[in-house]
């Protein structure tokens, strides 16, 4: 069974940091790429920034230069460096990961989800 764990979140001040971590466990094969979505309060989930398996990194306009995405293969880690937060950041972050799972002779490709955290932004 294939397990997405996040961690990280919480309540930070304007301007400040945090770092969220999402761990992949389970019957993985390859882990085809990772990302960061959120979830602002009534509004629909967006992408927050992606990263592809060879590096390959994009990002939502509004985080550029304040966020950075990485990955540590080894231990099938992705991470979302957040600086200079602000309160429209505000949101539950989810990760996400496209994973081929199975074994050689049945592989197969399927989307996973995090639990969710909730990141709030405010003084």
């Known amino acids: 069974q294939v397990q997405l764990v996040e961690s990280g979140g919480g309540l930070v001040q304007p301007g400040g940091s945090l770092r969220l971590s999402c761990a992949a466990s389970?019957?993985?094969?390859?882990?085809?790429?990772m990302g960061w979505y959120r979830q602002p309060p009534g509004k629909q989930r967006e992408l927050v920034a992606g990263?592809?398996?060879?590096?390959?990194?994009n990002y939502a306009d509004s985080v550029k230069g304040r966020f950075t995405i990485s990955r540590d293969n080894a231990n099938n880690t992705v991470y979302l460096q957040m600086n200079s937060l602000k309160p429209e950041d505000t949101a539950v972050y989810y990760c996400?990961?496209?994973?081929?799972?199975?074994?050689?002779?049945?592989?197969?490709?399927?989307?996973?989800w995090g639990q969710g955290t909730q990141i709030t932004v405010s003084s």
């Open positions: 996400n990961a496209l994973l081929t799972i199975g074994s050689i002779i049945s592989a197969s490709r399927r989307d996973y």
């Open positions: 389970g019957n993985i094969l390859r882990i085809n790429s």
């Open positions: 990263i592809t398996s060879g590096g390959m990194t």
